[in-house]
């Protein structure tokens, strides 16, 4: 076990710096999500009493159509030079290669969250009844979504159609998490009946670890193909 979490955090600090040096990568994440913050709000005419009833909804579109670029642009760049089939050759399991990878990206998507939020309590100028429930909900949610979009670029990344591959298998699958996403960010902006945002809380929970043992055994059968 020792060993296992040395070796995928070997390979997450490489995913990491990856990264890092490739920057664009990240900015076109964050931009392709503040634009759409923005388009929404054009479109609603800037009504604040709209717009406030849909920030959660509105964060987590997204938060996922900027998940859907940057993981698929991110393992579509491996997968093309080489790079990926490279790592495959190591002596290390199929499971810590999905895990790091799955790590790096809960990191750049939490970032780019991070600034997305910021941006919106700007530009709606709202705060939070519970800021504490908000970060719980958006690490769950973005290590649900994580696990999936890896999961699933893997999948779409070997075909010839990978950029509409991604997408159609993606949303169907992770739609019930993106619901109670929604929900526990209600929560912690508006308050609300606190049962129900554990509920949810749970089921979010429930969800990652559900994907992340079945995706991380299913990893191994994937790559052999």
Known sequence: MKQFIST???LFKKDLLIDYRRKDLFFSLLLFSLLVIFIFDYILGGSSSVLLSIVPALFWIAVMLGATLGISRALSLEIQNGAFYGVLLTPVSRESIFLAKVISMV?????MELILILAMVILFDFWFFNIFYFLGGILLTTVGLATV???VAYISGNTTVAE???PLLFFPIILPLIVGGV???DFALWGGDVVAMYKWLGFVFV???LFITVCSFSFGLIVRE
């Open 149 to 151: 979009g890896v999961f």
């Open 164 to 166: 509409v591959m991604m």
């Open 183 to 185: 929900e526990i960010m």
């Open 207 to 209: 969800f990652d670890m």
């Open 107 to 111: 990191v750049l998507m939490t970032f």
């Open 8 to 10: 995928v955090f070997l």
